[in-house]
């Protein structure tokens, strides 16, 4: 029987103009049944739940774990499921010598208010789907398998297995990747449609500590502000001793009780790896206290602390300035304060460095910092991750990526953390552009009306197809 669909894909070069088409002709034949496809994983909810016996990551996230897998094994690609956790759609045989990848993930987080319309009921508006999840990452996870189609209709000869592999836990933990990992090897070379294009090829570490008093403060009695200690706090509060006090700018006094005033400090919130445009509410707070002269002996060298790591988000009052060739300079955010039940005050330090620091080295800065004024403790410490952006994988991602699209884009390093940190060789490859307009009706991954542009998504399906393509070249 004749299938022209089948027969074997030839062309000359990856510049070849008929191999381009045939890409493009084979997305748009799948235009329909994509979006078709991308709208039964969003009519999932697959939000992290209670473990159930067979569901470990609740049982939603399970549903459209096999909701995917069931679109991968339609388009005639064989999948394997992890204990639902994580599982994966292949193309190609086995040949010993390693598999390529993709990752992204089906799970999502919650709807949250403000939406017009169903957020689990996919919506398609001028060209623009919208629904929770369509762009994070389950409208991705759907190219993905597609992208394995074609090299499954064309007939490609592959000299490695390309494995699309679909996480369930992304949003939480990232459980099912370490799951996985234990059990089957790394893939050669990987790329996670979960982030924005071009291509990010580094990541920063992650530090997060915390800066605990030496001394019970004697004339703030309480103090708090912010939500976690990844983000810039907006808010702050403390209770402190004064015989009188005056609102200023950005802090409001009340006596609350005689000789008791509440102070309240707002400030501008963001992403403690984004902190550009932020204004820390618990800095805004200890500067007023500091200037009104309210520490006392011996508490004052700790409040003179926090303003070191509060007044600016570089870190450079701290000793902990840095930038190296491939990240922007280090970021030091304090989150959260509290006060502690035995009355000391506890202030969290978030910082993305680069590869000229360590984690062990943070904390030796911190310390030195601190003197007697606090007790440092480290929380957690993930060192950065970076790809060489001049290795030929990249180079394979990049060359597809302005192939398509017509541009000269370089790639790029970030502060916050993607699956691919998780993996050897690994990058995070689109499909989001931050730079591009969107319409008033369309929002932003993890906010209200999520929504993915269609010609965006032909476009990098066309770019993950090519890429695959070259990285299939390459020796590992
Ligand atoms: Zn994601």
């Not at 299938?3 to 329909?32: C, G, T, W, Y």
């Not at 930038?323 to 009355?343: C, M, N, Q, R």
């Not at 360590?358 to 310390?367: K, N, P, Q, S, Y």
Request: hydrophobic share 40%; charged share 20%.
């Amino acid at each position: 029987m004749r299938n022209e669909n089948k027969s074997p894909l030839i062309f000359s070069s990856f510049d070849d103009p008929a191999l381009l088409q045939d890409i493009k002709r084979f997305v748009l034949e799948n235009e329909d049944a994509i979006v078709r496809d991308i709208g039964r994983l969003v009519h999932i909810p697959s939000i992290a739940g209670p473990a159930e016996p067979d569901a470990p990551y609740g049982k939603e996230p399970k549903r459209a774990l096999m909701c995917a897998l069931e679109i991968g094994r339609e388009l005639g690609l064989e999948t394997v499921n992890c204990d639902n956790r994580i599982g994966y759609a292949a193309v190609g045989e086995d040949l010993g010598q390693g598999y390529l990848a993709t990752i992204t993930h089906v799970d999502v987080v919650p709807a949250g208010d403000g939406w017009p319309a169903d957020a689990f009921t996919l919506r398609v508006q001028d060209g623009w789907l919208i629904g929770r999840g369509v762009m994070d990452d389950k409208g991705p996870s759907v190219l993905c398998l597609y992208a394995l189609k074609y090299l499954k209709d064309r007939g490609v000869p592959l000299r490695y297995p390309v494995r699309a592999l679909l996480g369930s836990n992304e949003e939480s933990d990232m459980l099912d990747l370490a799951y996985y990992q234990e059990r089957e090897p790394n893939p050669l070379f990987c790329f996670s449609p979960d982030a924005d294009f071009p291509l990010i090829y580094g990541e920063k570490g992650i530090y997060h500590g915390r800066l605990i008093s030496r001394h019970t403060p004697l004339n703030v009695l309480d103090i708090s502000g912010g939500v976690a200690a990844n983000a810039v706090p907006a808010g702050a509060t403390a209770r402190v001793l004064a015989s009188r006090l005056e609102s200023s700018d950005t802090v409001t006094a009340t006596e609350t009780e005689p000789g008791v005033w509440t102070l309240s400090a707002s400030g501008v919130s963001g992403h403690a790896s984004m902190p550009e445009g932020t204004v820390n509410a618990i800095g805004l707070l200890v500067d007023y206290l500091l200037s009104r002269d309210i520490p006392a002996e011996p508490e004052r060298p700790y409040f003179e602390l926090l303003a070191k790591l509060l007044r600016v988000t570089d870190g450079s009052l701290l000793g902990l300035e840095s930038s190296d060739e491939f990240f922007t300079p280090l970021t030091a955010v304090g989150g959260k304060i509290s006060t502690l039940h035995d009355g000391r005050i506890s202030q969290t330090v978030d910082c993305r460095y680069g590869i000229s620091l360590t984690g062990e080295r943070i904390t030796a800065l911190l310390r030195e910092a601190a003197g007697e004024a606090a007790d440092v403790l480290t929380d957690s410490d993930s060192a950065p991750f970076l790809m060489n952006p001049e290795s030929p994988a990249v180079h394979a991602c990049m060359e597809s990526y302005n192939q398509v699209t017509g541009e000269e884009a370089s790639p790029f390093t970030i502060g916050g953390g993607t699956y691919a940190r998780h993996f050897p060789h690994a990058v995070a490859f689109g499909p989001e552009h931050p730079e591009r307009p969107m319409p008033d009706f369309c929002g932003p991954i993890h906010g209200v009306n999520e929504a993915a542009s269609q010609a965006w998504f032909t476009e990098a399906l066309q770019i993950y197809i090519l890429t695959l393509l070259r990285l299939e070249t390459l020796d590992y």
